[in-house]
């Protein structure tokens, strides 16, 4: 059972958050937050598997609950809801440690979905919006662009596909099916992409590649 709460200032947008969740079998909504203090107080309080969290909030932001939320001794998954405006707030909390985000016009089942990747290990980015945001945000200046290709330098040839089709937003059984590998292998080989460049998950891993220049 996936454990899943639900952070945003808008009562609406939590009780239908809710009622979504709720409806799955496999997730379960253990905590509710009207702010990022409030988060971080239910996250210590109650085992959190993966939180939504909107951007723009009182008291405490989406940004600054990322940071917090990633750095508890048993931190949950972070999936970042937003829209399309806000996109310079998303990259900064995506670069904090969060594992995805959502724009909040997302079709249900994909919101569904989305938590059921990110508890499995994965990332969910929105496919189009996601290398918008990359692209656009974060931008990359010659040291830091010498910095990451060193980095890349300690992948295996197999590694630096795997990373690629990952910087495009593909989740392990769609590198899996592109590469003609078994799903596990993917997994490992992601495990030791994320070791090898030490960075804390899949989204870090594509900025980084995005910093490089690796393209596909």
């Known amino acids: 059972m996936i454990r899943a709460m639900i952070v945003d200032d808008d009562a609406l947008v939590r009780l239908g958050l809710a009622d979504l969740l709720d409806g799955d079998p496999g997730i379960e909504v253990v905590a509710q937050a009207t702010d990022g203090l409030k988060a971080v107080e239910q996250a210590t309080a109650h085992r959190v598997d993966v939180a939504l969290v909107d951007v723009r ?23 970042i809801l937003t829209t399309f405006d806000l996109d310079e707030y998303v990259y900064n909390a995506l670069a904090a440690g969060a594992d995805g985000f959502l724009l909040k016009d997302t079709d249900p ?4 979905r989305a938590v059921h990747l990110v508890a499995a290990g994965s990332a969910m980015l929105h496919p ?9 945000y974060h931008a990359t200046n010659q040291p830091e662009a010498t910095a990451a290709r060193a980095r890349l330098d300690r992948l295996t040839p197999r590694e630096r596909d795997v990373l690629t089709l990952l910087a495009q937003g593909d989740t392990n059984a769609d590198i899996a099916t592109r590469l003609a590998m078994r799903e596990s292998t993917v997994k490992a080989h992601v495990s030791r992409i994320l070791t090898a460049l030490d960075v804390t998950n899949r989204v870090q891993a594509a900025l980084l590649a995005r910093d490089a220049g690796l393209k596909g």
Do not use: F, N, S, Y
């Open 57 to 79: 909030m009182p008291r405490m932001d989406g940004i600054a609950a990322t940071t917090r939320l990633r750095a508890l001794p048993h931190p949950p998954k972070v999936i």
């Open 109 to 112: 089942a994909e919101i569904l």
């Open 128 to 136: 189009t919006a996601a290398r918008r945001l990359i692209d656009r």
